[in-house]
């Protein structure tokens, strides 16, 4: 079972997406702020990271920078969950493996995680 680390300062969003994910089955670590997202990756192995860009005191951005800067998390993919809108360049310029677009259907939010875990296992030769 895959392990999805969702991080949102939003309680609503937070939760929608924690019961759609454990309803299909995923283990889901949840927080509200970075400090805590980076503690359970310290802790945790965790294979995809779903998170909001616009937070305090660490928004999106400064969180996937010291994700992609630790070694031990660099290459677990990390999806922006977010309603700005973004082309494929300017998240792979970023260093995003991925971006949902607000609002997504459930569809689209399982077909997004599948395609990112089944790409990271790939890219891993699992």
Known sequence: ????????????????????????????????????????????????????MLMYPMNGFEILQAVRQDPNTADIPFVFVTGMRWTASEARDQGVSAFLIKPYTRMELLGMVERQLVGNATRHGN
């Not at 702020?33 to 779903?50: M, R, S, W, Y």
């Open 1 to 52: 079972m895959a392990t999805i680390l969702v991080i949102d300062d939003e309680p609503f969003i937070l939760n929608n997406l924690t019961m759609l994910l454990e309803f299909e089955h995923f283990n889901v670590l949840t927080c509200t702020e970075g400090k805590d997202a980076l503690e359970i990756l310290a802790e945790e192995p965790v294979n995809l990271i779903l998170c909001d």
